[in-house]
């Protein structure tokens, strides 16, 4: 066996029209598969429930900005604490938070779902329903709910339900049901179930909470319109549009209440606290009050200030700042009392009048670290580095602010002690005046005292119920829940693209690898391209399973048509080839390998000639596996070429026989197979056996072993006037061809001239764009649709 040389491997590039070519060879794959692809999108988009978008848009309100807060009259009483729009990604967090999706789940009662079913897809109905279904849960959490309920109204007071294919049962609404997993209570909505007539049952499921509300936060996108507003736009995709509407605006006033909820926490706090304390200084003041009555009766005294009146016009600034002073004492120990026995997560009273500087400013911050932390231990944990921080930050804030009340508690006993001083030199100068107006005066200071910090209570009480009166939510409904007119999935558009586009993918990837991957010669086209400047003499067609292997007698199949035209075309070329005209034409068919039909091509073309009334013999010159017995009917002499070459005394008409089913055919067998047959062609006879085959007759066809496997078909070569190398359709490596072209190249074989074997009618010639034929080959539908 011979090398192929490297360099004739490499292909020739395909031209773009023949690459094209041989994709639309295959059109009713295209045309087929795009069908079906069309034909799945259809049916997809038939049966897949549409979604739809439901959008709403609120606006955070920024209440540090009058002109958007409704509480500016009030801010000279601390109501109304400003909203920063850098906290504004807090805010996208608590509309996502799980605490506020549960509540929508709760209250819209959304762990139940009710389904209308139809012919070709289920819808969901949620507004319309002709009934609730409210879930009570076992407090055991023994088993699962069935996965449907089949609920059927009757009237506006029964209705039957079907569990997991067992039989109906008739209840009454409103009567609860009891299952091993909890309790059910069904309710008439009387305003539907009147149009409810026929066909009026619903499927009905029962999920678990948990899987709702995680569900739903997932599915619930709030998002800021624009980098520098506090708009947000919230979107749910939901194939109950109606449902999405009903969420959507369910979570804005959850989020509005909430948010209300926060904002009077501290007006709440500040109202228990003043509530709490007016009652002590009521029992206080009642006390004075009542001691100072006592004492005038037991001492018969009436007007008692008359005889110091001079004294005390003097004296009554004085009596102004002590009073203060006490005031202030009094407040100071009320607010140390509160922060020292008060729970250090409450929210410490505003605006209670200490006269400090930045006081107050410092009591409004702490109070809004502690909202923020409450918030964040909502949706987090204590843990959380936030939460941290802010507990941080609240324990130095809160001993900051016991500083502050100790140094002003500080000043003020200064203040009192000088005071104090001075009352003791006011005291020694009215000595004069009678016990009794000393213990008077006490009594009335006393009552001063207590009356004072009475009506600064009863104001601050006013105050505080002002900021709770009016508190308005911190979201803006820009726009209430709505939905498009047109689904946002599946988009028919898109699909059908997408089927269109893979009805053209699929075959053009399932051809581009076949051809990838094929390495055989399947047609005229590929010969010429990879043949070189060898001739293409003939084309074979391939023969169906009831076809024989042997043109007939007045034969007109398309087999018997292109043996014609091949010998049309050999005639033509030994004419012009050959100098050699009064003597018959040599002519050796063989191939590359085994298989490829030269014995089938040999004994054809041999019948052929003969039709045409030339004298023809066939040789069997393949001596090493000799195939031309098996187109020879009958009895026949297995003696020939082996017995000619051995024995040189014997003559050659010993060895030919002449057809005994072809006229004008004659034929001479391989004979014994030899153990020297290479040495037996080198022999100076096997000249001498083709010079007298060629005086005898007009053509000798010789059929040759395969060139490359044996050195047998190179030997003698030199003794033919045309050599027809076979190549089959199908079967021929397209690396082989060049086992031909570089032998043509050495001179090893001389006028060669290719024959395609086996060719499908679908490749003949130039893909039978022209087709002339006597008859046609009949294929199975797999093979119309796959034409290779």
Not at 221 to 226: L, P
Request: proline share 4%; no cysteine.
């Amino acid at each position: 066996m011979q090398d192929i040389s490297p360099n004739q491997n490499e292909e020739p590039e395909l031209t773009l029209r023949e690459q094209l070519d041989s994709y639309l060879h295959y059109w009713p794959w295209f045309v087929a598969t795009v069908f079906v692809m069309l034909l799945g999108a259809y049916v997809y988009l038939r049966y897949t429930v549409p979604s739809y978008k439901v959008s709403a848009t609120i606006l955070i309100k920024d209440e540090k900005s009058d002109a958007l807060s409704e509480l500016a009259a009030f801010q000279d009483l601390g109501i109304g604490m400003g909203f920063s729009g850098s906290e504004l990604d807090n805010e996208l967090e608590i509309l996502g938070s799980k605490t506020l999706t549960a509540k929508v789940v709760d209250e819209l009662n959304l762990v139940v779902s009710y389904y209308k079913e139809g012919n070709l897809r289920d819808g969901e109905v949620f507004e319309n329903r002709p009934f609730d279904v409210k879930v009570i849960p076992n407090a055991l959490k023994n088993g699962t709910p069935p996965e449907f309920l089949y609920i059927t109204p009757t009237s506006t007071t029964s209705f039957t339900i079907k569990i997991d294919g067992q039989a109906k049962k008739t209840q009454n609404f409103g009567e609860p049901l009891a299952f091993d997993w909890g309790t059910i209570i069904v309710s008439p909505n009387l305003a539907v179930l009147n149009d409810f007539k026929e066909d009026n049952e619903l499927r009905v499921t029962i999920k678990n909470r948990e899987d709702v509300v995680s569900s739903l936060r997932k599915s619930i996108t709030a998002t800021q319109v624009s980098k520098n507003s506090t708009v947000i736009a919230l979107e749910l995709v939901s194939a109950a549009p109606d449902k999405a509407e009903a969420i959507l605006n369910e979570l804005i006033k959850q989020y509005n209440e909430d948010a209300i909820n926060d904002r009077n926490m501290v007006s709440r706090n500040t109202a228990n606290f003043i509530q709490s304390r007016l009652e002590i200084i009521t029992g206080e003041l009642d006390s004075v009050e009542t001691g100072k009555v006592e004492f005038k009766e037991s001492n018969h005294l009436t007007d008692i200030a008359a005889e110091g009146q001079l004294f005390l016009e003097n004296a009554s600034e004085f009596n102004k700042r002590q009073l203060e002073v006490e005031t202030q004492i009094a407040l100071v120990n009320t607010m140390q009392e509160y922060i020292n026995n008060g729970n250090p997560e409450d929210l410490l009273p505003a605006n209670l009048g200490v006269e400090k500087e930045g006081f107050a400013g410092e009591v409004q911050q702490y109070n809004q670290l502690v909202l923020e932390r409450n918030k964040l231990l909502q949706s987090s944990t204590a843990k959380n580095p936030m939460v941290v921080g802010l507990e941080t930050q609240i324990s130095g804030m809160r001993g900051n602010i016991k500083q502050s009340l100790a140094n002003v508690k500080n000043g003020l006993q200064i203040q009192r002690g000088r005071l104090n001083q001075q009352g003791a030199k006011i005291g020694s100068k009215i000595s004069a005046i009678p016990e009794k107006e000393k213990q008077f005066r006490s009594i009335s200071r006393q009552q001063e005292i207590k009356e004072t910090l009475y009506l600064y209570l009863l104001q601050k009480r006013e105050e505080t119920a002002i900021s709770l009166a009016v508190t308005t939510p911190k979201a803006k409904v820009v726009d209430s829940a709505y939905s498009g007119l047109t689904p946002v999935s599946p988009k028919r558009q898109i699909i059908f693209l997408a089927a269109l586009i893979l009805g053209l993918l699929i075959p053009f990837l399932v051809i581009y690898i076949k051809q990838l991957l094929d390495n055989k010669i399947r047609n005229r086209v590929d010969v010429e391209r990879l043949g070189g400047n060898i001739s293409i003499v003939g084309e074979i067609p391939k023969l169906g399973k009831k076809d024989t292997g042997l043109i007939q007698v007045n034969d007109h199949s398309v087999l018997a048509e292109s043996f014609r035209i091949l010998r049309a075309n050999i005639q033509y070329m030994i004419l012009k080839k050959t100098e050699r005209k009064k003597r018959g034409k040599v002519i050796l068919v063989t191939s590359t390998v085994k298989g490829e039909g030269k014995t089938f091509v040999s004994a054809n073309l041999a019948i052929t000639f003969a039709n045409s009334g030339s004298k023809v013999i066939l040789v069997g010159a393949d001596i090493r596996n000799p195939q031309i017995q098996r187109y020879i009917d009958g009895e026949f002499s297995n003696k020939g070429v082996v017995e000619y070459l051995i024995y040189p005394d014997t003559d050659i008409h010993s060895y030919i026989q002449e057809s005994k089913l072809q006229k004008n055919l004659w034929l001479m067998v391989s004979g014994t197979i030899p153990p020297n047959p290479a040495e037996l062609w080198m022999q100076d006879r096997a000249g001498k056996l083709f010079e007298e085959l060629s005086e005898e007759f007009d053509y000798v066809v010789v059929d040759t072993a395969p060139a490359m496997l044996v050195t047998d078909t190179l030997l003698i070569n030199q003794y033919a006037d045309l050599t027809i190398y076979t190549l089959r359709a199908g079967y021929t490596e397209k690396r082989l061809i060049s086992f031909p072209l570089e032998n043509q190249k050495t001179g090893k074989l001389k006028n060669i001239a290719f024959v395609l074997n086996n060719v499908s009618l679908t490749n003949f010639g130039y893909g039978n764009k022209y087709g002339y034929t006597y008859s046609r080959e009949e294929k199975s539908m797999w093979q119309r649709l796959w034409n290779k």
